[in-house]
């Protein structure tokens, strides 16, 4: 027996092991797929549970921009220009439904909240642009954009878009989210919703809206600004055909339908101009101020729920407009402008940049384009007293005159209005009656470069040249930089920035920006004071602003300035500082009664907003001397002088010799804008004369 045994011959075939390693490798990746998958539905139901559980952001839609005045009072809101008219989704025409989901989002009802097929193709698009040129936004999508988010192409906020859809899609109903879209959606003309759009283009309900009307209305949120009828009629009737064509290619209509809703007569109503309903001009210039120098964005400005608290005194903005209209109303075609500064602060209490608002959004309160004239010439004598120590009776001969210049190459001959010479005249007299051959003697001895100089300290920015014709206001400023100016003459001496906006603050109450007054000493309080006393005897009788004296009640410093096409009154109590322009926009000249004009608004709307305020005599300063004088020879009063008035002067420059009885040689034209005798008048019965006037 050879004892020899059989081996296992299974043991050693090859084709049983290769199976079983294939079965052991399909196993593991059968239980890891299981695994992950188990894994990433979890984590999908978690994260939907997440999304759903979360509070979507709060609605920049539903936060106007809202500005206030003064006192707390709105005014209006921003984005809220028409009322939104909110639709139930039950009481909007099936045609607008069908259109508006026809050409924005055909898959709405279908998809959850993004379309995957739409991204593809956008992302397509844009990588062969190197840049976001298309979007695919569904209506989900528009509405969450519209909703939270800026407008801004950038692939960060297309994440936050799809984000905030999706968590919509979660916790809104397809109807909701439809109807939201419909009640938010930009139409143009600061229209949103399509309640607010079908009464504007259409003036009827968005329940009875035919298909025509609604695929004309579902084409111009695509771009309100190319496809608003009240834009191109064309190109919104091209935009129809084509809401109708995709209509019939997403099977809601027929081609028979189409054609005869592309035929239908559609009636637009006239877009309405709707006057703004308080201080439109004002409400430019808080925007622009925002915008250009706060660092406030457009939309955030518009729709970011800011709340703005503005200078304005709503009092003060109604009587400007009223006045301004009433002056107005017998000249159709004169155009006005009005800026009311509190010089205490620096606050701009009014502001009138025209007579209609809805024919014309040009401001001309803050154009550099009108020339102001004799209202120039106190910054002329502001410098002339402090540079070269004038003084109240300084005198000059008022005659025909020729001033040399430029090293005697140029000559200047100024004339009087009217060609009306007053001779021998002191400075009292040369500002009550306006005289400009006093004005541009006075520049030429200070120095045309020193009045600039003041002119820059007092905020007047406007371009200057050192001429003489710069004493009669011969360059363009704007009636915010007389208002200004005149302001720190109120102020005594100190000029507080033009301030529109105390505070700006977001729409859950953190503040945004908070002014911090910028205060400036100018000028010594006397040499203001100085001047004012001396503008005051513009409303005397005699001077160029005497026809409205008896409509001021209380002490008013100012000063007339008329040139060929602009007429002015600047002028200012101790609380308020008003500059007044009358005028034509371009290429036509003021008649003799439209340049009278500017002063009765001025005097009008000074009394009417202080009308609650006591009459209060501007302070005297240290530094100040009253004395009696002679207007003739501009000596101290005694006995021999009859018609004395009480002057006053910078401590140091007042006259030291007394009259001797004998008048000067040549005419005084002071007796003329108050002739009455002030013998022996006291400092008490001045007084009373301005308590009582």
């Not at 020193?450 to 007047?460: F, H, L």
């Amino acid at each position: 027996m050879s004892g020899k045994r059989k081996r296992n011959s299974s043991s050693s075939d090859p084709s049983g092991d290769a199976g079983l390693r294939r079965y052991r490798r399909f196993k593991r990746i059968a239980s890891l797929s299981f695994t992950g998958l188990t894994a990433l539905t979890a984590a999908l139901i978690v994260a939907l549970l997440f999304l759903r559980s979360q509070p979507l952001p709060v609605s920049k839609i539903a936060a106007y921009t809202q500005m206030y005045d003064m006192h707390g009072e709105p005014i209006e809101a921003y984005g809220s220009a028409r009322t939104r008219d909110f639709v139930p989704l039950k009481d909007i025409s099936p045609n607008l439904i069908q259109a508006t989901l026809a050409i924005e989002d055909r898959k709405f009802y279908d998809h959850p909240g993004f379309d995957v097929e739409g991204i593809a193709r956008a992302a397509l698009v844009n990588l062969q642009h190197m840049a976001k040129v298309q979007g695919a936004g569904t209506i989900t999508q528009q509405l969450a954009r519209n909703l939270y988010l800026t407008h801004e192409r950038t692939w960060s906020r297309k994440l936050k878009e799809t984000y905030y859809a999706v968590q919509m899609e979660l916790q809104l109903s397809k109807d909701q989210i439809l109807e939201q879209y419909l009640n938010q959606i930009y139409y143009g003309h600061s229209t949103y919703g399509i309640g607010s759009a079908a009464k504007l283009f259409l003036g009827k309900d968005a329940s009875s809206l035919t298909l025509a009307e609604s695929a004309l209305l579902a084409g111009i949120p695509k771009g309100p600004r190319y496809y608003s009828p009240y834009y191109d009629m064309d190109k919104a009737f091209e935009r129809q055909k084509t809401v109708l064509r995709t209509m019939v290619e997403a099977g809601y209509i027929t081609q028979r339908q189409a054609d005869e809703a592309a035929r239908e007569k559609i009636t637009i109503l006239p877009l309405e101009k709707k006057e703004s309903s308080a201080a439109p001009y004002f409400h430019d210039y808080v925007r622009n101020v925002a915008i250009d120098q706060l660092g406030i964005t457009e939309e955030q400005f518009e729709k970011g729920g800011l709340r703005i608290y503005t200078t304005l005194d709503l009092k003060a903005q109604r009587i400007a407009e009223e006045v301004v209209r009433t002056q107005l109303a017998d000249y159709p075609e004169l155009q006005a402008a009005l800026v009311a500064i509190d010089p205490r602060t620096g606050y701009v209490k009014a502001m009138v940049g025209g007579r209609s608002y809805a024919e014309t959004q040009f401001n001309r309160a803050l154009s550099s384009a009108r020339q102001p004239g004799s209202a120039f010439k106190p910054i002329v004598y502001l410098t002339a007293l402090k540079e070269k120590g004038y003084t109240p009776v300084t005198r000059y001969k008022s005659e025909p005159t020729t001033f040399t210049y430029d090293s005697g190459r140029q000559t200047y001959t100024p004339s009087n209005f009217n060609d009306k010479y007053f001779d021998w005249i002191d400075m009292r007299t040369a500002i009550a009656k306006s005289d400009n051959i006093f004005a541009v003697h006075t520049i030429m001895d200070v120095g045309p470069e020193k009045v600039i100089e003041m002119a820059r300290r007092m905020g007047i920015r406007s371009p200057m040249k050192p001429v003489p014709s710069l004493a009669l206001g011969t360059f363009a400023v704007s009636p915010l930089e007389m208002a200004a100016a005149y302001s720190i003459l109120a102020n005594q001496g100190i000029r507080n920035e033009p301030t529109a906006i105390i505070r700006i603050e977001d729409y859950r109450g953190r503040i945004l920006y908070e002014s911090q007054p910028q205060q400036e000493a100018v000028i010594e309080p006397q040499y203001t004071y100085v001047l004012t006393q001396l503008m005051e005897s513009v409303f005397d009788q005699g001077g160029t602003g005497s026809r409205v004296a008896n409509v001021l009640k209380r002490p008013v410093a100012g000063k007339t300035g008329t040139t060929d096409a602009d007429a002015w009154m600047v002028g200012f109590t101790p609380e308020l500082a008003t500059a007044v322009w009358v005028g034509y926009d371009k290429g036509r000249n003021v008649s003799a009664a439209e340049s009278h004009l500017a002063a009765p608004i001025f005097a009008e709307f000074t009394e009417r907003t202080l009308e609650s305020v006591p009459p209060k005599l501007f302070d005297m300063p240290d530094g100040v001397s009253a004395v009696y004088i002679d207007p003739a020879s501009g000596k101290l009063a005694n006995d021999s002088c009859p018609n004395s008035r009480m002057e006053v002067f910078i401590a140091g420059t007042e006259p030291t010799e007394y009259c001797t009885g004998q008048s000067a040689p040549a005419h005084d034209g002071a007796a003329d804008y108050d002739s009455k005798p002030k013998q022996n008048r006291s400092w008490w019965e001045d007084l009373k004369r301005w308590w009582t006037s």
